[in-house]
Every structure is written in C-alpha cells, then in structure tokens.
C-alpha cells in the first residue's frame, strides 16, 4: 500500500515525471551510443584480427610441429660437431694451433714468393670475455711482414673464414630466414633435411656444392628454392672461401689437417704500400678459445 | 448552450505528458539495457580457440598468439643450429657486424681507379684499421690530374660516402706542390662505422 501511494504520489507532480523520463532517456542514448561502439569495433577490429588469428594459430601449430621434429633428429645425432668445435675452433687454453695456422701461412706465402721480411709473431696476455655459459678468451698476436698485393688478400681472406665450420656459418641471418619461411611454405616437415644441410661440413660443400644441395633438392623440389641455393653457392662469402682454399694458404691448411681453423678476429690492420708491388702489413689479430 | 472547450494552456500540456513520457522513457532504457547486456554480446563475441571473447579479450589473445609464434620459432632455430653454443654464434654474429678490412679496401681501391682515368690518380698510400673504435683511415693523394687535384679528391670523398652506414671526415682540401710528383692534393680520412 505503501508502495502504490509513493507512485501515486510521484506520478501527481508531473516535474519529477518529467525530470525522470530526461533522465532515462540520457542512459538510453548512452547505451544507443555503446551498441553503436560495440557493432563498429565489432566491424573494424574483430573480422581483421580473426583472420590474422587463424594464420597465427595454424603457424604456431606448424612451428611447434618442426621444433619435436628437430629435437627428435637431434637425440640420434653425434655430437661430432661440437667436439670438432671445441677441439679446433675454440680450444681450451693455449694459442699452438693459431700460431701452427699463422706459421703455415707465412710459409705458403714466401713459398709462393708473395711474402718476405717476416717479423717475429708476438703472442699478448688473454683476455676473458664474458660468454653465455661458456667463458671465452681472446688472445692477441701480433704480426708484420711484406707482402704482395695477392699474397695480403690471400692472407686476409684466412682470418674472415677462420672459425667456420658447417655451411650454417657461411649464412647471414637474412639468407637464413628465407630458408626457413620457404621451409614453412612448402614442406615443412622436411626441417630436418634442412638442418642436415646447415649442419654439413663447409669443406666439404665448397668442394662440390651440389653433391651436399642433392638431398636438400630432392625434399625442395620447387624453383624457389633451387633459387636460393643457387644464390647461396653463388654468394660472395662462399665465392671468398672458395677462393680463398684454391689458393696457397688454403691448400697448405687443408694439407696440414688446420682446418677448421681457430677464430681470429682482426683487432688492429695497417697496409702500407711500397715500391713495386709490394705492401708491408702491420697486423693485430685475437684468437679466441676456451678459458680453462 | 454548450460552453465552448477552453484551450489547455502549455503546462496542462506538459503535466499530461509527463507520465506517458516518463513510462515511455523508462520502457525504452530497460529494452535497451537488455538489448546491451544480452542480445549485443550475441553479436559481437567471437568463438576463438575454444572460447568467447570480445574484441579486447581477441586483441589480447592475438598478443600473446604472436608472442606464443616469436617464441617458438626462436627455439626452432635454435633446435636446427648444427652446433648448441652460444658464446661461438655470439663470435660470429659480432664478427659478421663488424666491417671487414679487406672488403673495405679492396672497395677503396677500386673506388679510386673507376672514379678518373689517369692510372694511380687517387694513390692510396696507407690503409689502417683500429676495430675497437671502429675506424678506418685512409692516406694518400691526388696526383697528374693537373689543377683538378681538389675536385677529384672531393668527388671521391663522395664516392666513399656512399658506401652504407659508414661516416666520412671531410680532410683539409689544399694543393701541394712537390719536386717528385708535382702538384697534388694529399689526404687523410677516417672513416667511423656506427
């Protein structure tokens, strides 16, 4: 009873109805404009982001599918690679075989008569880097001698190979990345063929590129990709290595069993040229390996 | 006699109106509220991976989608490298940003003989590289171009500078007469890598 006198009595002063029915009709615009909100993000944002959440989705499924593949092909691998890389490339300690590799240059190069008036090779203090996991040092050695145009460009071309061991090395992140996204596209299954091919031995690929590429086309039979094997075999970091093996230096590290060499990077390089052809070549180089 | 019907004024007007405005309001803002708390969501949430979500919930879940396919594609490339060690594909990605000072002078080199046709115009006498601060220097002078030194030399300052991410010094322009080669314009550049 109470009730109904309280609505009697709101509906008998017709400001109050009238204040109330401005009210409701504010909230009901309100809500006109959050239908209107909701049906426009609806339009504009839903549809374009599920389309992009099917292709997310079904990559996803595709990359996760790839990484059991590989990680499965990688419990029956040796670690024959690993120990090369430890053994060659990053030794534990001590500078014998970067020295070895440096002497045996020298010699290729005065053999060939590019080279002369080599000073004594100065061997500095390690210095430890801080790696991931692994700490590693860089040792400096320190060389000077004369040499002929060829002779440098020969000697040069050892340091920006040196530590290179499987045809993954000779890849630049770009290169590697189309390998993979053509990978997705046509067979994606087949990454472990791909990682077969990354993994295989460099020495042996820039030897005969397509006796390693065979398996590789077989599983890719398509254009694209014979494409881009092409474009890697024709590639100026595998045409320097190329090169670089067919010449002196090259074939005298292969005969003496120092390839893989150790990694070396050129701290500090002076070429400065002289009568005749000649350059005298300042040279300050880190080999790096394993701290003990 | 009938009395004729007097004319509402405007407030018997509006106090007439006001209930069935108010009713009217009222019935409109509760349809609406229904419609915005039950039929709308029918309309506007999508059935992805496995459950409704709005447009926000989707933008989110297409966020962590992509971050989902980021991550394991880095693990993908990971799990293919022949070799798992990272100090060694740290060498390598560090070396492969640095320049390498035999690329860079062969390019010198051959900058200086296509730039002019006398041979050994642009003679380069010393090339150095310090990788720590990243720079390289270049020594050497114009010469048998005859009064042209300076303009050679400025052509191949802009030849070098063009080759990508390096900065070139602008060297100190003059013309020097020497007994042995005549006139020439020796110069000194360095050139920083970012």
């Known amino acids: 009873m109470t009730i109904l006198r309280q609505v009697r009595a709101f509906f008998s002063r017709p400001g109050i109805a009238f204040t109330g029915g401005i009210l409701c ?61 430890r053994a060659y490339i990053l030794p534990a300690g001590g500078t014998d075989r970067a020295v070895a590799v440096i002497n045996a240059a020298f010699d290729a190069l005065q053999k060939a008569g590019n080279a002369k008036d080599i000073a004594p090779l100065t061997v500095g203090d390690p210095s430890r880097l801080p790696g991931s996991g692994t700490t590693l040092e860089a040792r400096p ?102 090169t670089f093996l067919a010449g002196d230096i090259g074939k005298v590290l292969i005969s003496q069993k120092l390839w893989p060499m150790p990694f070396f990077t050129i701290d500090r390089a002076e070429a400065k040229a002289l009568t005749d052809g000649w350059v005298r070549l300042d040279l300050t180089v880190s080999a790096y390996g394993r701290s003990k | 006699m009938l009395e004729a019907p007097t004319r509402p004024t405007p407030t018997q007007i509006l106090r007439g109106m006001a209930v069935p405005f108010f009713i009217f309001s009222l019935v409109l803002l509760v349809l609406l509220s229904l419609s915005f708390t039950l039929v709308l969501p029918l309309f506007t949430r999508v059935d992805v991976g496995g459950s409704q979500r709005t447009a926000g919930e989707l933008r989110t879940y297409v966020g962590q989608l992509s971050a989902s396919v980021l991550r394991v594609e880095r693990e993908r490339d990971q799990s293919i490298l022949p070799v798992a060690f990272v100090a060694y594909e740290d060498l390598k990605a560090d070396r492969l940003a640095h320049p390498s000072f035999a690329g860079l002078r062969v390019e010198l080199l051959r900058t200086a003989s296509a730039l002019v046709p006398e041979k050994d115009a642009i003679h380069v006498e010393a ?35 063009k080759i990508s991410g390096v900065e070139v010094s602008q060297p100190a322009y003059q013309r020097v007469d020497d007994p042995e080669i005549g006139m020439h314009s020796p110069f000194t550049l360095h050139l920083t890598f970012p």
Do not use: C
Request: aromatic letters at 4%.
């Open chain 2, 127 to 161: 090339v150095s590289y310090d990788d720590a601060a990243r720079v390289l220097s270049v020594v050497g002078d114009v010469r048998g171009v005859g009064p042209r030194s300076m303009t050679v030399l400025a052509e191949y300052v802009d030849a070098i500078a």
């Open chain 1, 25 to 85: 009709l504010v909230l009901s615009a309100w809500l006109i404009r959050g239908h209107a909100v909701a049906l426009r993000a609806m339009r504009e944002g839903t549809l374009p982001l599920l389309s992009q959440t099917t292709s997310l989705e079904k990559r996803l499924a595709l990359l996760s599918r790839q990484v059991e593949a590989t990680r499965l092909s990688k419990a029956a691998q040796n670690g024959s690679l690993e120990e090369k890389l």
């Open chain 1, 141 to 242: 050695l320190s060389v000077a001698l004369t040499v002929r145009e060829n002779g440098m460009r020969d000697l040069l071309a050892m340091l920006d190979v040196s530590g290179l061991l499987t045809v993954h090395d000779v890849l630049v992140p770009r290169e590697k990345q189309e390998f993979f996204s053509v990978t997705e596209v046509e067979n994606p299954s087949s990454i472990v063929t791909v990682g077969q091919f990354l993994s295989a031995d460099l020495l042996q690929y820039l030897g005969d590129p397509r006796g390693v590429e065979e398996r590789l086309l077989a599983a890719f039979p398509s254009d694209t990709f014979a494409g881009l094997l092409h474009h890697l075999s024709k590639g100026e970091t595998v045409k320097n290595a190329q």
